[in-house]
């Protein structure tokens, strides 16, 4: 079975540039979480939905970032304008209905913003 | 916001060796992870511990969630490696269904030849 698909693999941009982050879940997952992963912050949770519904942006730093998910099979994150501060590795996760306790996550996009 | 401090932050061993490693909380956990991460990978989970005192076992892991739930420890024994890799704790919140973790600082673990 597939898991969480991440997109891009590796993404490098100069500071004021838009970047968009994409996310495929496990289907029939029905949460699905971005996380950001810093040397210096650790991992982080930026944002989670519930049946493409933002339930808690709380983590998001600042309105430069925004999250989207269109339906049930697609997730994006946005960061515009990016700055170098904003470099770091993004995780997408999902959930499984019902689980209570198992998280997926992605491979990541290793974001550079020079 | 719970604060989850991971010890050591850094650990190099030689293959065989047994390690302990440590996290702890400012507050009661809900319920507690652990998860390792390989380079270029993300998370994945190792174990989940719910009740205090609780011991589990995956092969040469050991985890044990403290009586107060407000530490846990992991231990390898005769460590290899395919060890190598960041460990992290996370807290679990379980609303409605759904899921709200809170990750660790990390212990960064490389076991050598």
């Known amino acids: 079975d597939a898991g969480v698909i991440q997109s891009p693999r590796h993404e490098v941009t100069e500071m004021g540039q838009e970047v968009t982050l994409r996310c495929k879940p496990i289907s029939g997952h029905d949460y699905l979480f971005w996380y950001r992963q810093t040397m210096m912050r650790g991992l982080e949770l930026l944002i989670y939905?519930?049946?493409?519904?933002?339930?808690?942006d709380s983590g998001m730093p600042e309105d430069r970032f925004s999250a989207k998910m269109p339906n049930a099979s697609f997730s994006t994150l946005k960061i515009q304008p990016s700055e170098p501060r904003d470099s770091a590795v993004y995780f997408c996760a999902s959930t499984p209905p019902g689980s209570g306790n198992t998280i997926y996550f992605g491979e990541g996009s290793w974001l550079t913003v020079v | 916001t719970q604060l989850l401090e991971q010890s050591p932050q850094f650990l190099s061993i030689q293959e065989g060796e047994n390690l302990t490693v440590y996290c702890n909380s400012s507050?009661?956990?809900?319920?507690l992870q652990w998860y390792r991460q390989e380079p270029g990978e993300g998370p994945v989970l190792l174990v989940t511990?719910?009740?205090?005192?609780e011991v589990k076992k995956l092969k040469r892991l050991t985890f044990q969630f403290g009586d107060a739930r407000k530490d846990s420890s992991l231990h390898i024994t005769a460590a290899q490696p395919g060890d190598t890799g960041l460990y992290l704790c996370?807290?679990?919140?379980?609303?409605?269904?759904?899921?709200?973790?809170?990750f660790g600082t990390g212990t960064q673990l490389k076991v050598e030849l």
């Open positions: 511990v719910v009740t205090g005192g």
């Open positions: 996370a807290e679990l919140q379980s609303r409605g269904g759904g899921n709200k973790l809170t």
């Open positions: 507050s009661v956990f809900s319920s």
């Open positions: 939905f519930n049946n493409n519904v933002p339930i808690d």
